[in-house]
């Protein structure tokens, strides 16, 4: 039975913007959360977050709309985190913000919210709205805000952060500021028809915040408070439980958060709209009443309430098909509550499946699959109910050219079914590239090919089951991703995205190569199998002022993951010079070259395996550098990267660890601590008095940015330095010379402006705000309009040796290969 049933879901799609996601296994509802989500059916109200960043959101009040009041709640993220730190690995940037974006979707997945994006890229630390702005395209900014409040359709809005300079970060202030207009341009029918029909949001508030959680207005009148950390007895946790789970889900930025089993008030200043005295949602009827001639409706779902047994769920079904035919009748007359009304189907759909105990699943044989080849995939039916249920499922995919199949079961009660099928794959497959990663960014906006997917947070699945179950005469649709399963030994089930692949990648071993001067240095090059038999050519694009040998490569892989490793000699130029190099191929019985792509995947604990596929290329930087004593000491810090770019400059680096105290340090010519070493290495609270007897024996000790908080250790330097919150955003940010004579500016590269330009996102961070008089500073730095910042790199001269704090983002700068920033960290490293 082929090409037949895909009717049964276009309208649901279309409707309910259903999202596939294969990021999580399947889950079956337990009869506390059942009960829940009967009772959620009662409700029909919407509330819409608004901040700028992941971990920005508020999870309580998350939480307490969507498991206490049962609205539907969504938070709305400018961006997906791409310009901050990384506690847990070396990935910055967009690598960074999927990272983020999938903490998000975890976090929501435990509170109960659903997730938005705009378009907008985290640039970094911003100072205020209008440098904001000055990045940022408003307008186009406004119009995603706008897009997404016509969709969503909230009746509430509630930002993080107030209008002004007191949010702490330019794109807070901005995301209130983006929120008080799109509040009005959402009602407006002139303002850009295209983004969705206009809708009214009753009022803007603004979720006030302090340490104590205490209102912070001095006008009491434009404020109220809501006990928002109350106990939930269906899901066995308080709202605030469940906020420190959710919150718990952003491990990159280190939040992971205790459990607070006590309640809590939070307050909201009213900005737009209708004024509430006492609640969120005055003045906005959540009830059925909101709907004309819905009576019925609201019976039915009381007779739920009612009837519902934990130890037979199965018995409301019957009553659960009759409130969904009852709502699908209702909508057709009620056109401009469709947005409310869908939404009670989906989430009826899901209740039916719990009841019945309904497992389908569809696992393909392997985790990837490469365009141009076929998948073994697996569906497994159970269902729990007394009742004969009849499944229909297909397999499907967004692409006219990919031959599916149906199959219609019949499930008996505790009965496993499944079957086996191969699917062939397009070559023009679309790879599960996330959506907004297909091209390169431009002006700090990512570019989005297709509508549909702006209003998703991630991919939907690009092969799912369509599955239709009739039972007693009536029938409910769902769909389900096809994803891959496994197990380990030591943690049992394990789910994982399934990957559409290019039939062969290319990945270099180095993202960025550093000449220090003009001799020739070699490159790992990995040619990878995504399917059997491939036999092809590998050619290299470089300019024609550099060389590189091989310059072309006959392959053959015979299985699918096999690898075959290249290595090729690159010579660069006599002079100073920046290229990239290219990689494309041609497979056999292809007449033309195309651009490789290479893989990479993101793979920790807590999030789902992301796998990317970046073009296939490498930077590389001919500087002119000058290293005199190569034996250098590294301590890593959080997400660092510099040790592999010493190296590649001629440094011997070895990474030290809590064994310090058994290794002899007089050997190293310098010390290097890496970012917020002192704030998650413990060891160092008793090996740093050995570090700095290093450095009075005639060591050099260089400790990049810390944080004050958390520290391990009560002093950062050999001498006291008080750190602050102060950095320089503007990465063109004039750079003056307070002690131009200085070694650290003139051996064994001097350095002039010239080495302050293309500097990327920053100049730094955490720079100290005052220090002892032994201290001498080198360069300061300051944002426009702003006091200058002198505390950004400061030596002091400690017995033999010497020791050295910076705060400029010299973490960024040298994987970024800013020539500038690695000939001045050298100098860093010289006596």
Request: net charge neutral; hydrophobic share 35%; aromatic share 10%.
């Amino acid at each position: 039975m082929k090409h037949i049933y895909l009717f049964l879901f276009i309208h649901i799609i279309l409707l309910s913007k259903i999202i596939l996601s294969a990021q999580t296994s399947p889950k079956m509802l337990h009869t506390g959360e059942i009960l829940n989500k009967i009772k959620k059916l009662q409700v029909l109200g919407t509330a819409l977050y608004l901040a700028a960043h992941p971990d920005d959101e508020n999870t309580a009040v998350i939480a307490y709309l969507a498991n206490e009041r049962k609205v539907r709640t969504g938070y709305l993220s400018l961006t997906r985190g791409d310009g901050g730190q990384n506690l847990i690995g070396a990935e910055q940037s967009e690598l960074l913000g999927l990272i983020r974006t999938q903490e998000l979707l975890q976090a929501r997945r435990i509170d109960g919210g659903e997730q938005f994006f705009t378009r907008a890229n985290d640039f970094g630390f911003s100072k205020n709205a209008q440098e904001t702005f000055s990045i940022w395209n408003k307008k186009e900014l406004l119009k995603d805000v706008v897009r997404i409040i016509r969709y969503f359709k909230p009746d509430v809005i509630i930002t993080r952060f107030p209008p002004n300079r007191e949010a702490g970060h330019g794109h807070h202030e901005a995301s209130m500021l983006l929120a008080l207009e799109a509040f009005d341009l959402a009602n407006d029918e002139n303002y850009e028809p295209e983004l969705g029909k206009k809708h009214q949001t009753t009022r803007l508030v603004w979720n006030e915040y302090s340490r104590g959680f205490k209102n912070t207005t001095n006008d009491s009148t434009q404020s109220f408070s809501t006990e928002i950390g109350n106990y939930n007895y269906l899901l066995g946790k308080s709202n605030l439980v469940i906020a420190a789970e959710s919150r718990s889900m952003h491990k990159s930025q280190g939040f992971g958060s205790s459990k607070n089993y006590g309640n809590r008030i939070d307050w909201f200043q009213h900005f737009k709209g209708k004024k509430a005295e006492k609640d969120l949602f005055d003045n906005v009827e959540l009830s059925w009443k909101r709907i004309p001639n819905s009576e019925k409706i609201q019976t039915l779902i009381e007779e739920i309430i009612s009837a519902y047994q934990p130890e037979k769920p199965f018995e409301i079904v019957n009553l659960l098909l009759q409130l969904k035919s009852e709502i699908i009748k209702i909508s057709e007359k009620n056109k401009q509550y469709s947005y409310l009304l869908n939404q009670k189907i989906k989430q009826i759909d899901v209740l039916l499946k719990s009841c019945l105990g309904l497992w389908v699943d569809a696992n393909a044989k392997n985790y990837s699959v490469s365009q141009g080849d076929s998948l073994e995939i697996n569906v497994e039916i159970s269902q729990n109910s007394p009742f004969p249920v009849e499944v229909e499922y297909h397999i499907s995919a967004n692409h006219k050219d990919f031959d599916g199949w149906s199959e219609v079961v019949n499930v008996s009660k505790g009965k496993l079914y499944a079957k086996k099928n191969k699917y062939f794959i397009p070559k023009n497959f679309q790879t599960t590239q996330p959506y907004w990663l297909r091209e390169k960014k431009e002006n700090e906006f990512f570019k989005i090919e297709n509508d549909n997917d702006f209003l998703i947070p991630e991919n939907q699945s690009f092969i799912f089951a369509n599955v239709n179950t009739k039972i007693k005469g009536n029938s409910f649709q769902f769909q389900i991703p096809v994803t891959y399963k496994y197990v380990k030994p030591e943690e049992g089930e394990i789910y994982r995205p399934l990957e559409i692949t290019p039939a062969v990648m290319v990945n270099f071993s180095e993202k960025i190569l550093l000449f220090a001067n003009d001799k020739s240095e070699n490159l790992k090059i990995t040619i990878k199998a995504g399917k059997n038999n491939l036999k092809g050519k590998l050619k290299l694009e470089i300019p024609n002022d550099w060389k590189i040998s091989p310059k072309e490569y006959t392959f053959e892989l015979p299985k699918k993951d096999d690898e075959t490793d290249i290595l090729v000699q690159i010579t660069p130029p006599k002079n100073i010079s920046t290229a990239y190099l290219k990689a494309w191929i041609q497979l056999e019985n292809e007449s033309n070259f195309i651009e490789a792509k290479g893989i990479y995947r993101i793979e920790y604990a807590h999030i789902p395996t992301q796998t990317l596929f970046p073009m296939a290329e490498t930077k590389l930087n001919r500087l002119e550098i000058k290293i005199t004593s190569p034996k250098i000491g590294y301590i890593a810090g959080a997400g660092d990267e510099i040790p592999r770019y010493l190296i590649q400059l001629g440094y011997q680096v070895t990474m030290l660890d809590k064994n310090l105290l058994q290794k002899d340090l007089s050997m190293y010519q310098a010390i290097i601590i890496g970012v917020r070493a002192y704030n998650t290495e413990e060891h160092l609270k008793v090996e740093q008095k050995d570090l700095h007897e290093y450095v009075k024996n005639g060591g050099v000790l260089v400790v990049q940015y810390q944080t004050a908080q958390e520290l391990k250790v009560p002093q950062l330097g050999v001498f006291p330095i008080t750190q602050s919150r102060e950095r320089v955003t503007e990465e063109r940010a004039e750079v003056r010379f307070l002690s131009p004579k200085h070694q650290i500016l003139n051996k064994p590269n001097q350095i002039t402006q010239e080495d302050f330009k293309n500097w990327v996102q920053e100049r730094g961070l955490y720079f100290a705000s005052s220090w002892d008089k032994n201290y001498t500073s080198i360069l300061s730095s300051n944002d426009t309009n702003e006091k200058p910042q002198d505390g950004g790199l400061l030596v002091a001269n400690f017995g033999k040796g010497k020791f050295i704090y910076t705060g400029y983002s010299f973490f960024r700068q040298i994987p970024a290969g800013v020539s500038g920033a690695i000939r001045l960290f050298i100098n860093l490293l010289e006596k």
